[in-house]
Structure formats: structure tokens, C-alpha cells
């Protein structure tokens, strides 16, 4: 029965399905179109499938026996388009690559798990559990409480295993960082720029507590590697001639196993209070703006094994363990559900290129026969 299903895996089927899900835009909002159509194509397969409140695409099917559930999860929006394309960014074959934004990150894994779910469910195949895929909105929209994977959560999801579609290369990447985005607000005394002992000059306040956010020791993990830190937007002044009044950072934080946001804002209140010391009218505060975390699998865990013995099956080596040093779904779903869960997609996130995302046809042909497998094997 494998056999004969992973012969339906052909070249041409993932092709076309590819062009199909590429040739509709999905940007963050707008993912609508992309749910209908992956619905009504897995209900044609015989899922249950529909499309919920907050716009996520949930397709399931139960067997009634017991047995495990394995869901796939990947999410449906894409970046914008953007003016970099010379290439269709709504689908373009050369050779084995093809084109198309949001192809890479990560429409291909999600085209890879709803044809191995469609395959499974057409075929009529008799397994035991439980199976399914979560087409969620929203997972690039920087908003915690909006994520389609949230939502499921706080909808009562629930799974034995999570398999999420990101661009992991074939590796299974068994854990992500958590991001945080601290919103640092300083006000000063603005006076004009001749009499600057006069005042308080905010940027240069600012520039303080940025030499001091500088010495905070990014964390470091045997998984994750090390997390980060980036100043990524700063704006104040008006004016050169006058002491700016009021000057913003947005800085963003990559964390590992063990670090979160509540430590971070301690670390910068500490510095906001001794720059505060130096000056009694400097005023500056502090948001958490985006707060999330960590999340990592230990290996040894059954959806990693699973993943191991489907992949050697399939391409006649286990695949290798990574983790991502970005943040995604996979924290919530790990530390919000409890759920192990791993990414394993084709693509190339050091491949990336905003202007002509790309991935190798034959990889989701691979990734669909592991797909396939890793659920024959669990609930078989
Ligand atoms: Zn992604």
C-alpha cells in the first residue's frame, strides 16, 4: 500500500499543485483565497476539513481506532511581492528550481503536506488515530495574539506530535529561538543647540542606554547556538539646531532555552534607572512589545524518530537534526501545548533571497514521500 502511494508522488502532481497554490497571493490578512482552496481540495479528498473564525484551514481525518494523532502545521501567508522580482513571482519553473513568492518560506511545505494528507485520505488508506494539517493565517504578522497557531491553541488544539512546514533544507530542526522587541521611549529638555548644557538631548541618552544594552551577554545553548540582539529602528529630532526632545528605539532580542522577556525588561529598566540618576529630568520607559520564547525538542523524541526512519526509508539516510536560530510556530505549540514539535520543509533559508525565492521541485517531491511515510509508519 506505501508503495503504491508513493508512486502517486510524481513530479508533474507536485508541480502543478505548486503552481497552483503560488498563482494565489497570500500576503499576511489576505490568506483567504489560499484556505478556500486548500478546503475544498481536502474535502474532495475525503477530510473533514474547514476553515475556522480566525482564518486558519484545519483539515482532519479520524479513523476511529485508537491510536496517535500527527498533525502538519504550516502557515499560508507569505511576505509582500516587493519590486526585486525578475521572475514570476506567482510561479516560474527553470530547470528544477521553481519560482514564486513566499515558494520558499514556505508554500512549498505546505503544498508537500496537504498532497500527503490529500494522498493518505484519497487513497482510503486504513489507519489507526488520528491525522491532519493546520493551513494557518498570520504566522509573519508581528503580532503574538493574532497568530493563526495561537489561535488554535487557545482554541484547545491538541496533538501527539506536530510536524510544522518551514524551509529546514530536509533536516529536522528540532528547535527555534524566542524573539522579543523592547519599544524604548527617552524624553528630553529641548533647548537650542547653543546652550545645549541648558537641556537634555534625547538621542544622546538614548545613545547611552545603547552602549549599555550592548554589554547584556546574549544568551548561549548546545541547540540553538547563541541568540542576538539588533537596534533596528531609532528615530528623535527634528532639527539640528535644537537638543531633540523625544527619541524612540526598537530593539529586538533573540533568546534560548531558559531566557525570557520579563528578564530582558529587568536588565533594561536596570539601565533606564541609572541613566534616570544622572539627570532628574530625563524621562524614558520601557514596553515589551512582542514576547515569545524558546522552544526545543530533546532528540530521542518520538516525532524526531519518526521523521529519522521516514526520511532513511525515503532517501536511504535518516535525516540530519538542526535548529533555527529565528523564531516560529514551534514555541507555542512546544511551550503553550505542550505538543513536541519539530519543522521539516524543503528550501533554503540561507538560500533566501527576497527578490527570487526558489525551491528544488524534486525536494518537495522528497518531502511529500517523508510526509507520507513518517504518518504510514506511526499510525500503520
Ligand atoms: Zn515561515
Same mark, same amino acid.
Not at 494539517?133 to 496533538?159: H, S
Not at 531558559?258 to 529630568?281: H, P, S, T, Y
Not at 505538543?339 to 522528497?366: C, H, K, M, Q, R
Given at each position: 500500500? %506505501?508503495?503504491?502511494?508513493?508512486?502517486?508522488?510524481?513530479?508533474?502532481?507536485?508541480?502543478?499543485? @505548486?503552481?497552483?497554490?503560488?498563482?494565489? =497571493?497570500?500576503?499576511?490578512?489576505?490568506?483567504? %483565497?489560499? !484556505?478556500?482552496?486548500?478546503?475544498?481540495?481536502?474535502?474532495? &479528498?475525503?477530510?473533514? &476539513?474547514?476553515?475556522? =473564525?480566525?482564518?486558519?484551514?484545519?483539515? %482532519?481525518?479520524?479513523?476511529?481506532?485508537?491510536?496517535?494523532?500527527?498533525?502538519?502545521?504550516?502557515?499560508?501567508?507569505?511576505?509582500?511581492? +516587493?519590486?526585486?522580482?525578475?521572475?514570476?513571482?506567482?510561479?516560474?519553473?527553470?530547470?528544477?528550481?521553481?519560482? /514564486?513568492?513566499?515558494?520558499?518560506?514556505?508554500?512549498?511545505?505546505?503544498?508537500?503536506?496537504?498532497? $500527503?494528507?490529500?494522498? @493518505?485520505?484519497?487513497? +482510503?488508506?486504513?489507519?489507526?488515530?488520528?491525522?491532519?494539517?493546520?493551513?494557518?493565517?498570520?504566522?509573519?504578522?508581528?503580532?503574538?495574539?493574532?497568530? #493563526?497557531?495561537?489561535? @488554535?491553541?487557545?482554541?484547545?488544539?491538541?496533538? *501527539?506530535?506536530?510536524?510544522?512546514?518551514?524551509?529546514?533544507? @530536509?533536516?529536522?530542526?528540532?528547535?527555534?529561538?524566542?524573539?522579543?522587541?523592547?519599544?524604548?521611549?527617552?524624553? #528630553?529638555?529641548?533647548?537650542?543647540?547653543?546652550?545645549?548644557?541648558?537641556?537634555?538631548? &534625547?538621542?544622546?541618552?538614548?545613545?547611552?542606554?545603547?552602549?549599555?544594552?550592548?554589554?547584556?551577554?546574549?544568551?548561549?545553548?548546545?541547540?540553538?547556538?547563541?541568540?542576538?540582539?539588533?537596534?533596528?529602528?531609532?528615530?528623535? /529630532?527634528?532639527?539640528?539646531?535644537?537638543? =531633540?526632545?523625544?527619541?524612540?528605539?526598537?530593539?529586538?532580542?533573540?533568546?534560548?532555552? #531558559?531566557?525570557?522577556?520579563?528578564?530582558?525588561?529587568?536588565?533594561?529598566?536596570?539601565?533606564?534607572?541609572?541613566?534616570? %540618576?544622572?539627570?532628574?529630568?530625563?524621562? &524614558?520607559?520601557?514596553?515589551?512589545?512582542?514576547?515569545?520564547?524558546?522552544?526545543?525538542?530533546?532528540?530521542?523524541?518520538?516525532?524526531?524518530?519518526?521523521?529519522?526512519?521516514?526520511?532513511?526509508?525515503?532517501?536511504?539516510?535518516? $535525516?540530519?537534526?538542526? !535548529?533555527?536560530?529565528?523564531?516560529?510556530? !514551534?514555541?507555542?505549540?512546544?511551550?503553550?501545548?505542550?505538543?513536541?514539535?519539530? !519543522?521539516?520543509?524543503? #528550501?533554503?533559508?540561507?538560500?533566501?533571497?527576497?527578490?527570487?525565492?526558489?525551491?528544488?521541485?524534486? *525536494?518537495?517531491?522528497? $518531502?511529500?514521500?517523508?510526509?507520507?511515510? $513518517?504518518?504510514?509508519?506511526?499510525?500503520?
Amino acid at each position: 500500500m %506505501k508503495k503504491d502511494i508513493l508512486e502517486q508522488v510524481t513530479y508533474d502532481y507536485v508541480k502543478a499543485a @505548486l503552481e497552483d497554490v503560488i498563482a494565489i =497571493p497570500s500576503e499576511s490578512l489576505q490568506e483567504k %483565497k489560499l !484556505a478556500e482552496y486548500i478546503c475544498g481540495r481536502l474535502k474532495d &479528498a475525503g477530510m473533514d &476539513a474547514s476553515v475556522d =473564525p480566525h482564518g486558519n484551514m484545519v483539515a %482532519k481525518k479520524k479513523s476511529g481506532r485508537t491510536g496517535k494523532t500527527i498533525y502538519f502545521n504550516s502557515h499560508m501567508d507569505t511576505v509582500e511581492v +516587493g519590486n526585486l522580482w525578475t521572475k514570476n513571482p506567482y510561479g516560474e519553473v527553470d530547470g528544477d528550481r521553481f519560482y /514564486g513568492v513566499g515558494v520558499c518560506d514556505c508554500q512549498a511545505s505546505l503544498t508537500g503536506m496537504m498532497l $500527503a494528507v490529500e494522498l @493518505l485520505s484519497k487513497n +482510503g488508506v486504513e489507519l489507526s488515530g488520528e491525522y491532519g494539517l493546520c493551513a494557518v493565517a498570520r504566522e509573519q504578522w508581528p503580532c503574538v495574539a493574532t497568530k #493563526g497557531t495561537v489561535n @488554535l491553541i487557545d482554541d484547545g488544539f491538541q496533538a *501527539d506530535m506536530v510536524v510544522i512546514g518551514e524551509p529546514t533544507n @530536509l533536516t529536522i530542526c528540532r528547535g527555534c529561538e524566542g524573539m522579543l522587541e523592547v519599544i524604548i521611549e527617552v524624553t #528630553g529638555v529641548p533647548v537650542h543647540a547653543c546652550n545645549p548644557e541648558l537641556g537634555v538631548n &534625547a538621542i544622546e541618552v538614548m545613545y547611552e542606554i545603547m552602549s549599555e544594552i550592548k554589554k547584556i551577554p546574549v544568551g548561549t545553548s548546545e541547540i540553538l547556538n547563541k541568540g542576538a540582539i539588533n537596534f533596528g529602528v531609532i528615530e528623535g /529630532g527634528s532639527r539640528s539646531c535644537v537638543l =531633540p526632545e523625544k527619541c524612540t528605539l526598537k530593539v529586538s532580542r533573540f533568546i534560548v532555552e #531558559g531566557e525570557n522577556g520579563a528578564q530582558f525588561m529587568k536588565q533594561i529598566e536596570a539601565i533606564l534607572e541609572e541613566v534616570k %540618576k544622572k539627570d532628574e529630568r530625563i524621562q &524614558a520607559t520601557a514596553i515589551l512589545g512582542y514576547d515569545t520564547l524558546a522552544g526545543v525538542v530533546q532528540d530521542g523524541a518520538e516525532v524526531i524518530e519518526m521523521l529519522k526512519e521516514a526520511s532513511r526509508e525515503v532517501t536511504g539516510k535518516a $535525516a540530519p537534526l538542526t !535548529a533555527m536560530r529565528a523564531h516560529m510556530d !514551534a514555541d507555542f505549540l512546544i511551550n503553550k501545548a505542550g505538543i513536541p514539535t519539530v !519543522a521539516f520543509g524543503p #528550501g533554503d533559508l540561507d538560500a533566501y533571497n527576497a527578490g527570487a525565492e526558489w525551491v528544488n521541485i524534486s *525536494d518537495v517531491v522528497t $518531502a511529500v514521500k517523508v510526509y507520507i511515510t $513518517a504518518v504510514m509508519n506511526l499510525l500503520g
